[in-house]
Each structure stands twice: as C-alpha cells, then as structure tokens.
C-alpha cells in the first residue's frame, strides 16, 4: 500500500467462555450433539421464565479481564439488545451495554522484531443466538430454514480492542496473542473452527500525519486468523483505491467472501439496526467484590509474555522460538518438562518446532492428544546427543514414540537401531560402496567434494541410517585418500 | 350455607374438624361454576379432574391422620399468565391460543404443595394489560355484583371467581393495580406483595420491573394464609429477595392503638370520586376512633407517576412480548412468504388492540432518538417517587387511599377510550412505582350498591402491617366474606 495512508484497526473479538452450563440456565455446552437437545425452557425464552446468572461465567470473564491487564469493574450491568431473528429465542440478546465488566486493558505484540503494545477497550459478557441451518446453500437460496438453539444461552465474552494497529499484520500479531492468553487461562476453547472464537475487523485509513480518524468500515465473515488479515490486506487496498480517486469512504459493515478474495457491502450505517438497549429488569446489577477479583487474580498462571521473556533469559533461546514455544501454554509446559530432563533448550526447541509440531500438523491432534511424554521425548534426544543413534533414525523412532507412546530405548534395541560405530563393520561397507561406485570415486579425487555427500549417503542407505555419520566420513576420506 | 360461600380459613376448620371432605368442597365448586359460569364468565379453562384428584389425595391423607398445609383441600384459580404444565396458558390473548407449557411457575407449585386443588384458568386482559378484562382476545367477564358492569382488570377474571364463589381464593398479578383494581371492583380482597416477595419465574411477563403476584380472597385472614404459601425467595428467580420466613397471620390483631395513618393530599384530588373519597374518610375516622393516629402526608410527584408508568410498562413489555415471534410457539400466520412478513403478520393478527398500542409505544420510547427524553426522564420519575414514599414512611407506618377514582363501571362504558381506562391506573401505579405492598380491602357500598375499595400501602416487606389494617377496616365495617 502506499505511504501515503495510515491505516487504523480495530477488533472485537468474541469468544465462548469454557463453562459446562450456559449463561442463564443449566444446559450443556456441549458442542456438536443433535440439534436442540441441549436446551430448556429458559434458553428456549419461553413465556415467564427467567435468568439466573452462571457465575462461573462472571469468573471466566474476570479471569480474561486480569490477564488482559483491564480494570474489573465491582459494579456492572446487563442491557437487553433488542432485535428479531429466528435463532433468538427471546428476541433480544443478554449483553452489557454502557456498564461493562472489565475496561482498559493491554496487550503486547511483537512484529518485525518490535514491541508494541495495544489497548483494550472494554469486555463485557453476553450470551449467544442458536444457529439457522438453512436448506439450500445460503439464506436466499434456501425454501426454508431450521432453527438450533443448543447454542442459544452459551456465555461469551466480547473483547473489544482500541483502534490501535497500524496493519493487517499487526492485527494478526493481536489476535495471536489474544488466543494465547484465553488459552492459557483456559477461559475459552478458542476453536475458530467451531465458532467459540469469532472477530470482526473496523479498518479506516487517513493521510499520514493525520490526527482524525478516517470513515471506518466493519468487515464480518472472517472464520481464521489468516482470513482477518487477508480481508483486511484487501480492504486497505480498496480504501486506498477510493481515495487516491478523489472518493469518499462509505461507513458501512462489509462481507468477507473467502472464495472471491474480496468484501462486498451487507449495509451501510442508515440500514444499521436501533437495538433499543436498556437495563435487564430481571438481573440484579452484577456486583464484584475485592476478594473475589482476588480469589481469581491468585489462580491465573503465568502468561505468554513473562515465558516468552523467560525463555530467552533463563534458556538463552531465540526470540524466534521463545514466540513460538511461549504461544501455547501446553508446549510452553511441555518444554519446560523436557528441558528439566534433558538441558540442551535449543535441541529441545527445535524438535518442538520441527518434528513435534509437522506431527501434530499432520496428524491432526493437539498437543495433550499426543502419546509423547516430556519423559520419552527427554530420554530420545538423551540418545541422539550420545550418538547411540543418527538424526535420522531419531525421527523415524519420534514417529513410532509419538503415536504409541513407547520407550524409545526399547524401540532402538527391539529394531537393533542403534547406531553403528563399530570400524571393522563400517569399513566393510565403505569398502563396498566405494567398490560399487567407480564413477562418484573419479570424480571426487578430480575435485568434485559433493561425489563424497553421494558416497555417504550411499552408506547410510545400505545400513538404514543407522551408520555414525562422522565415523563414515572419516573412513570414506581415508580410503579415499 | 353451601360450601363454596365459606372463607378458606373456615373450610380450613371444617377439614380438621372432619365436618366436611375435600371431594365434597371441590365438588360444590364445580356445581357452582356449573350453575353461574355461564352468567359470570370467569374461567377460560377450567380443570374439574385435576382437582378432584387433589381433593382425594388430601382426604386420603386427612383420613391417615396427617397434619395439612392450610390451604390443603382449598380450590383456587389462577390467572391465565400464569404457567401451569399441560394446562394451556393463553394470557387471554390469541397468540397463546393454543399454548401449553411445559412447565410450572413457582407459585403454582407453591399451591401444588399445599394441595390446594386447581379449579381452572382465569380470563384477563390480554398480557395483563387493561383494566376491565374487556381485552380478553375470548370474552368480557361480569362483575358477579352486577352482571352489566366489568370486573375491572387485568386480574378480573381472578376476582370475579372469588366474588362468584367459583374459586375459595386466586392468583392475580399487578403491574399497575391489576389485582387491586378489579379486587375493589368486585369487592373482595386484593393484595399486591413488595416487588421480590413473590416468585415470577414461570408467570408471563408484562413489565419485569413491576409485575409482582398476589392472592384475591374473600378476607384478609385468606388473603395472610395465601401470602404465607406463596411468599419467599425462589432460586428460579434472583429478583426475588432473601428474607426469614413470617407467617402473616400473626399480624392479624383488631388493634390499631398508636399505629400511624398516613393521608396522601394527592390521592383525594378532583377526579376521584366524592362517594369514594367520603367513604375511605369515614373508614379513616373509624380507625382514629379505634385508636389509630391520621397523619396528613404529602406525595409530591404523584402527578408524574401515571405519565412515567406509561413510558416504563410499554417498554419492557415491547421487549418482554417480542419473543411472540411465530416461529417457536404461539400463533403463525401460515400465508407469509417470507419470515419478516411472518413476523408482521403473526404479530398482527396475534395481538389485540391494546397490546399491540403498547408495543409500538414501548419501542417509540426506547428507540435512540426518544430513549433520553422519555425512557430515562421516566426513570428519573420513578426515583422522586420511591423516595417521595420514603420520606412518608419516616411520619407514618401506613399510607392509606382510595384503591379506585370510580367503582365498577358498564361494560363497553369506555373500551374506545384508553386513556380515560388508563385513569382507573391512577392511584395504584405508584406502588408498582415503589415496588411497595399494598392491599385494597372492601369498606362499603356507593349508593349503586357497588363496592368501594381502601387501598392501604406499606414501606417494602411492610405487609405485616398493611395487613393488621386492612383487618381492623374489615372488623370496622363488616365487610368481610363478600361472596353471599
């Protein structure tokens, strides 16, 4: 984009708090069971009945609240917002309007090897709609539309951010860090495949040195990290277009379309609903002691930030892999285990980042899903560094330890994979090879060092890997020679 | 003297003292209900099974020799906002036609407990809101003391049955003066409890805020015993505040010596009617004459408390009501093609007139240009005018006036008029304001040979002493056990 613009961000976040019951009533949370068989009278809003507020929900929202660094509020409220569709049940929606329960908090982001630190607006606790399934492929084309409301009455909070980033970029960077700290907390899931973390982005763009914030726009529809940050890379452009000629921004909230890569307008701010907030009339104002901030204060763990910095310190890790390992509490604890068991932090980094992370990728599951301990993983790398095996054999065990759970020493001796330093079996082979090989032999004494790489490799195939690298080389050269 | 004539506390007796049975009282209700329900019109449904299989449960258990909550064996009836699993629970509105709950409210199983045998269902004005029954989407109810005229409302169907003798007691709910208006009307018994006395979970909302449930009884004695079951805190419903228990009947002393009468200027203003004024004044000297202190008070903003009632009750209930969508329950207009036109047409055809003026009124005012204007100014209003009856409470211990500015008035008398129907509103409202008790007791007749109704309020949780009042007024003028 041209350096002509600022470009100015904004999100509201919202993510499903990890209680067991919802909001208002004691229906699961349970996600993906058959439709509308987690549900009653009260999160169905039938006539007469009534909440009663989860106060797991209000700790969760708390507990959020401290670890973004925000101000509790003892005294907030709930608001109804007032507005028709088929997946509300009561027709308005529980939320908090002007009395929010946490205000003015920050995080902190690191792009491009800077430091920045965003602020936090306000969060407050609302309540979820159910779900329209529709018959066809989208609401226009549909004959008709079902209703499920086991997601009606969930608690969620919305995490609403100053309009503090600078670019798409940074917006990404905020949401990282954003879900690192819910994880951590363990407030919300945050499975934005399962719409328990949801944003919408306001972007605008003004002239450079400019104070006055341009024409924002809201963007919906962005169901990944990936897709905020596209959809926001392409409505700067958009922006950036309009102005340049001469056209003004038109403040409306546009549609995120994956497919096309592009928005398209849903309505602009004259279609924009009344929701005619007021007070809740059947909630107490939600009051919030000192002792209870406290109490909830006492049990948030360490946070990414204060690992991230610890590890670099402590461990002397990159900053790079102290992101990386710090981003997820449950690596972040699992390096630690392991580092406590085997010292070398870099080799152990690199294997959490490296194969670790390419098998959870590949096969799909989460990290406490894996049958790998800190234990086996320790007694692994134990191995490798002694050279009892190669680095290749060491993956291939990490493959076998990761899905079964086994020892890997059992797994080297069982398949006899260990590493084979014995000279008078090496030499043999090498002899072999380079007996079967009398072109690369030319070629590596006329000069040609990498006919020597093919020689080893040569080696290690005929023995699985299983060869000491060094020790080839040594006795490849001397033969050689 | 049939039984359906007798006050739940006597029929109470009389089951103790084994000189009549439970089947035998339910089934002089239903004869009664047979005999003049046709005339009176009181019940939209009535449930003859289920309460004759509560009657034989408590003559089994009379017949072990158990001791009995006090209203076991008592047939009752309650409003029909009131929700009832597998009896259907209309409102007396068209959208609920057809709408069973699946569920009970709190305060009917709060009867279920004391086994007091369910009658049926009782007509209203359609979501609570009128005060003549006439906006019952099904039919007008007659004032059984002149079939002519309306029972008043919302509850009035509620206290027609008690004037009938087609229920011992009911259930009534008051927003605005929904049960003291048509208890006044009919001339029975009608209390409005401190707003959090009472459970709503399971009672269909009209303005959250003000909306609290109350007996209708032949006395006050019945109107004590029906507090006690009801009364107290319910975890289905956190407004609801946390108080020890007290049993009510305590309070009932015919002695007024050194008790405090406050009379609000305000509420003896033109408009009322001098018959009415005359005669809550000479039930005043009575009670001075018994021993009791007048105290002249004054309520300042009373003026404001109807204007403001009318901003804040249209709102909730536009938000309350907006779930009466078609698309779960209640009526759908089947011809819509697409769901905004289903939602227009449901709603337009599933509502009367009243409800549907409310509406509109409730979402004008909460809209973003009227919210500050109206909305919060009413608001405003609603705080001069609790801390207007705080201040009375410091010079007196009960605030007593006249329940009504008229007594029952003819049937269609004034169904195109609504705001002079919302004037009836206007001497009950401020309790509601408050969330303050208050209870309207019969103190004689206007020259019609209508009843008249005292309206005695209370500081909150004050119903002990509002009803020690209302019973000396009842000792005073003879007036108690009004169905003969």
């Known amino acids: ?205 003004r002239p450079v040195g400019a104070e006055k914030f341009g024409t924002k726009v809201e963007l919906k529809n962005l169901n ?110 699992f390096f630690e285990a392991t580092v406590a068991l085997f010292p070398d932090a870099k080799m152990v980094s690199n294997w959490l980042m490296g194969e670790f992370s390419r098998l959870l990728n590949v096969s799909g599951k989460e990290l406490d899903q894996a049958a790998v301990t800190p234990e086996l993983l320790a007694k692994l790398l134990q191995m490798l560094a002694k050279g009892t095996i190669s680095g290749t054999v060491a993956k291939s065990v990490f493959e076998e330890v990761f899905a079964t759970g086994k020892d890997p020493e059992a797994i080297v001796q069982e398949k006899g994979l260990a590493q084979i330093s014995d000279t008078a079996e090496l030499e043999r082979i090498v002899q072999a090879i380079i007996a079967a090989n009398p072109g690369s032999v030319t070629d590596f004494r006329n000069g040609k060092d990498k006919a020597l790489g093919f020689l080893v490799g040569q080696v290690m195939k005929e023995t699985k890997g299983r060869a000491n690298p060094q020790l080839v080389n040594e006795l490849l050269r001397k033969y050689l020679a | 003297m049939s039984l359906y004539q007798h006050t739940a506390h006597q029929l109470r007796d009389m089951l103790r003292r084994q000189e009549t049975t439970a089947v035998e009282i339910t089934e002089s209700m239903l004869e009664r209900i047979e005999t003049i329900e046709p005339e009176v019109k009181a019940y939209l449904t009535t449930t003859p099974e289920l309460a004759r299989s509560m009657a034989r449960v408590v003559d089994q258990r ?67 809101m009128g005060t003549s029954t006439e906006n019952s989407a099904f039919f007008t109810t007659a004032n059984p003391r002149d079939l002519q005229r309306v029972p008043g409302g919302s509850s009035g169907g509620s206290a027609a049955a008690v004037a009938a003798g087609t229920a011992i007691f009911t259930l009534g709910s008051d927003t605005g003066g929904s049960i003291r208006q048509p208890a006044a009307f009919c001339g029975v018994v009608g209390l409005k409890p401190t707003y959090g006395l009472v459970s709503r979970y399971g009672v269909v909302a009209f303005a959250s805020s003000m909306d609290q449930v109350g007996p209708l009884t032949k006395d006050v004695t019945d109107a004590a015993l029906v507090l006690n079951a009801i009364a107290g805190s319910d975890p289905w419903d956190t407004t609801t505040a946390q108080r020890e228990t007290l049993d009510y009947t305590a309070f009932l002393k015919p002695d007024v010596k050194g008790m405090r009468i406050g009379l609000p200027k305000e509420y003896f203003v033109e408009g009322v009617n001098p018959e009415i004024k005359d005669r809550i004044n000479q039930t005043v000297q009575q009670l001075a004459a018994a021993g009791a202190e007048v105290v002249e008070i004054s309520l300042p903003h009373t003026e404001y ?17 907006a779930r009466f969508d078609g698309v779960r329950y209640g009526y759908r207009s089947e011809t819509a093609p697409d769901v905004v036109t289903m939602y227009k047409e449901s709603r337009g055809e599933g509502f009367g007139a009243e409800v549907k003026r409310r509406i509109l009124l409730g979402t004008y005012v909460l809209s973003a240009d009227a919210y500050e204007t109206y909305f919060v100014q009413a608001q405003k209003v609603r705080t001069l005018i609790t801390t207007d009856f705080q201040e009375a409470f410091q010079k007196c211990d009960v605030i007593i006036t006249p329940t009504t500015p008229t007594t029952a008035f003819q049937k269609g008398e004034k169904v195109h008029d609504p705001q002079a129907l919302y004037l009836s ?45 209302a019973y000396m007024v009842e000792q005073l003028t003879e007036t108690g056990g009004a169905a003969r």
């Not at chain 1, 922006?239 to 849903?266: C, F, P, V, Y």
């Not at chain 2, 020799?65 to 629970?89: F, H």
Request: contains cysteine; hydrophobic residues 35%; charged residues 25%.
């Open chain 2, 305 to 321: 408390a109807l204007a403001a009632y009318y901003i804040i009750a249209p709102a909730e209930c536009s938000s309350n009501l």
């Open chain 2, 425 to 469: 509103d206007l001497l009950t409202t401020p309790a509601n304001m408050a969330g303050l008790p208050a209870i309207s007791v019969p103190c004689g007749f206007d020259q019609a040979g209508l009843p008249i109704g005292l309206q005695i309020m209370g500081p909150a949780f004050g119903e002990g002493q509002i009803l020690r009042t």
């Open chain 1, 1 to 205: 984009m041209s350096a002509k613009y600022e470009t100015v961000i904004g999100l509201e976040v919202h993510a499903e708090l990890r209680t067991k019951s919802k909001l208002f009533c004691s229906c699961s949370t349970k996600f993906g069971s058959e439709p509308n068989t987690q549900v009653c009278p009260i999160c169905l809003g039938l006539p007469g009945t009534l909440p009663v507020l989860n106060k797991q929900a209000v700790e969760y929202a708390v507990e959020a609240g401290l670890a973004l660094n925000c101000t509790i509020q003892k005294y907030s409220k709930f608001d109804r917002k007032n507005y028709f569709y088929p997946d509300l049940p009561k027709a308005f929606q529980n939320s908090q309007f002007d009395l929010p329960v946490a205000l003015a908090g920050k995080v902190k982001i690191h792009v491009n090897g800077e430091d920045k630190e965003l602020g936090i607006t306000r969060i407050h606790l609302e309540e979820e709609a159910g779900k329209s399934v529709h018959s066809g492929d989208n609401i226009l084309g549909s004959d008709y539309s079902s209703e499920d409301y086991n997601r009606g009455g969930i608690p969620l909070i919305e995490i609403v951010s100053e309009p503090d980033m600078r670019s798409p970029e940074e917006a990404y960077a905020y949401l990282v860090a954003l879900k690192s700290i819910l994880e951590y907390t363990e407030v919300s899931d945050c499975k934005m495949e399962e719409g328990s973390l949801r944003c919408d982005a306001n972007v605008s763009l």
């Open chain 1, 224 to 333: 990944s990290f990936r897709a905020v940050q596209k959809a926001l890379e392409y409505e700067v452009q958009r922006q950036a277009q309009l102005l340049d000629a001469g056209e003004t921004i038109i403040q409306e909230t546009r549609h995120w379309d994956e497919n096309t890569g592009k928005t398209h307008s849903m309505r602009s701010k004259e279609e924009a609903e009344d929701y005619r907030y007021f007070p809740e009339p059947d909630l107490g104002p939600l009051v919030i002691e000192q002792g209870w901030i406290d109490q909830i204060a006492a049990r948030i763990p360490e946070l990414p930030e204060s690992k991230r910095r610890r590890f670099i310190s402590e461990y002397g890790l990159p900053e790079y892999d102290a992101d990386l390992i710090s981003s997820s509490r449950k690596m972040a604890e």
């Open chain 2, 62 to 128: 009379l017949k072990q020799g158990e001791a009995l909550p006090d209203l076991a064996g008592i047939p009752m009836g309650l409003k029909d906002n009131m929700s009832t699993k597998g009896v259907r629970t209309t409102c007396s509105s068209k959208m609920l036609e057809n709408y069973i709950p699946p569920f009970d409210s709190t305060v009917y199983q709060r009867l279920m407990q004391q086994m007091s045998p369910l009658l049926g269902k009782l007509n209203m004005d359609e979501f609570a």
